[in-house]
């Protein structure tokens, strides 16, 4: 995990990480712009990419080509306005989450591909596989598992976005079955706005 390190490039990143056997990408909240093309190249083991919260505005063609089936690519809270159309063109089976208001045109996915399109505000109430409800905790989220759902690897919760002056109640663990959260007054001073 990467997350929180002000880095602006991911391919200088993920060429450090190729001789592994990595299965998850983690990088919230860094400084990262672009996508670029083959950024993900030899890290055929990945089951998640995670780059939610960057400044993120353009991917670049290819830039997802080599990653297997199956993959949970979670790119929400970038401010993603060019993608190409071939972008997602080698993905298998994979569930992507981004805001997509910016982008004109959206690229066509291919077949078992899904995209969960989600607004800026987050106004309604969203479904996630419990790995991105953790990271939703730290945007203003809470958080309830529900049950799994046939042919998913992974169980699944429902997110809404805790209102103005208030944050979530705790924090998520591995217990996803258990979980059950709300959003709670904020400390006086502390939040004027969703934590």
Known sequence: DISFNNLTSLQDIVAVLHEGKLKTFTAVNNKFTVVPAG??????????VNLMGNAITDIESKAFQTLGERIELNLLGNPL???????????????????????SPFPSLPEGVTAMCLPDS????????????????????????????LGLPQKTCRCNRCPN?????GKLTEEWENLDMGCL???????????
């Open 81 to 103: 306005r060019k993608v190409p159309s071939d972008a997602f063109r080698d993905l298998k089976y994979t569930k992507i989450y981004l805001n997509c208001a910016q982008i």
């Open 185 to 195: 007054p904020c400390p006086a001073g502390r939040c004027t706005a969703a934590a």
């Open 165 to 169: 002056g208030t944050k979530p109640s």
């Open 122 to 149: 987050y106004s309604t109430p969203i479904d996630v596989f419990c790995s991105v409800a953790t990271l939703l905790l730290t945007t203003g989220f809470s958080c309830q598992a529900k049950t799994q759902l």
């Open 39 to 48: 950024a993900f190249q030899g890290l055929t083991t990945l089951v998640s």
